[in-house]
């Protein structure tokens, strides 16, 4: 399997756009507040935080989402840089990192007239597919400077291109070669998930010395499976989630979990039929791993994050597309009626540290 569009970024906003034109207008207008300028067609107003380092070297760090991944992905590798670091976000984004007299803020529509392309040593992002991401990338581009973007969360087929000429820190070489999807221009560099690390860290459902087969057993027969209700995911007809959730549900007297309490007419009246379908819904604000109980779903990211933390996860469904096998597959996510997925070996060394390495030059 491969990414639909490898290479265009233009052809995955089209595709993009296409998906949602028979959407309604306040979809439509969200889509527009991701493009530059957002919904308004102004130029999007951007805080560029600046930190001094060690010497004349700088980085620049673009990022355009306050989600844990995101931070996880390029937040945490700031206690490691030894260069200067300039961080290029939205001007709403919500970055606790970035609090403190250490940084210094600029409040621009033309960020990169701020920057020195002479000093900067690299490039960091998740993306090009967002404002920030893509007016870095850019600059870049044009200035000759090394590029890189780190992964954060996991990948379909459907994810967007990688820009040209630029290194992908990657979960794994899998995903690596996955999202490269044979260009010859990307460079493929495996440093593991600094969220997934973190999260195997943190403590796990065996946190008691016990061993994990009996923790899985007796959460299995003490606990109700949760089912983690699949939100829209291109390329995974509606029909196929729904039908899995209200059979999975059904059969195994589990509880459906849907992601937040934000839903659009078709999602609202879907889940008012599995509820008359006598499907038990569960209130979102439950935490998820507090008590830790059995977790089945079918491409949730918090899959991931349930095996990272040691609780019994699966997936299930029938008839699923194939890219969705080789999805389970590649982060080892086994089916709902064996053995639960296996808990994610972390990498001997802390990604954001690797990332820290590579990107500052003191691998």
Known sequence: MALIHPR???????????????????????????????????????????????????????????????RAALMTALPYLHAGVDV?????????????????????????ELLDAGATRCVITLGGDRPAGALA?????????????????????????????STLL??????????RSGREDVE?????????????????ADGDGRDRQEVTAELITSQR???????????????LSVRAARSFCRSESAVLRPRGSRRDALTRGLHTVLRRRGVEFEDPQTPLFDPPRPVVGILDPQLLEAAARGVPTWVYGR??????????????????GGPPSPVPVPSADEPSRLIAQIVDGHE
């Open 170 to 179: 990657a979960w794994t070489e899998a995903d690596g070669q996955f999202h």
């Open 137 to 165: 990338h850019d600059w870049a581009l044009g200035a000759d400077i090394p590029a890189a973007v780190v992964q954060h969360r996991p990948l379909t087929p459907y994810a967007p291109p990688l820009p040209p000429h």
């Open 88 to 112: 290029l976000a939205p001007a709403d984004l919500d970055l606790p990192e970035l609090a403190g007299s250490a940084w210094q803020r600029s409040r621009t529509t033309a960020p990169t």
């Open 225 to 239: 499976p949760v089912f983690l209700d699949q939100e829209e995911t291109p390329g995974l007809p509606r029909r």
């Open 319 to 336: 008839g699923m597309p194939s890219w969705v096998h080789e999805y389970w597959q590649r982060y080892g996510l086994r089916h709902w």
């Open 8 to 70: 265009s970024l233009e052809l995955w906003h089209e595709w993009q756009r296409s998906r949602f034109r028979a959407r309604s207008a306040a979809v439509g207008e969200r889509l527009r507040s991701l493009r530059p300028g957002g919904a308004s067609g102004q130029p999007p107003q951007y805080l560029l935080h600046s930190r001094k380092g060690e010497g004349e070297d700088r980085l620049l760090i673009a990022i355009d989402s306050d989600s844990a991944a995101a």
């Open 188 to 204: 493929v560099r495996a440093v593991g998930s600094q969220l997934l690390w973190q999260l195997a860290h943190e403590g796990r």
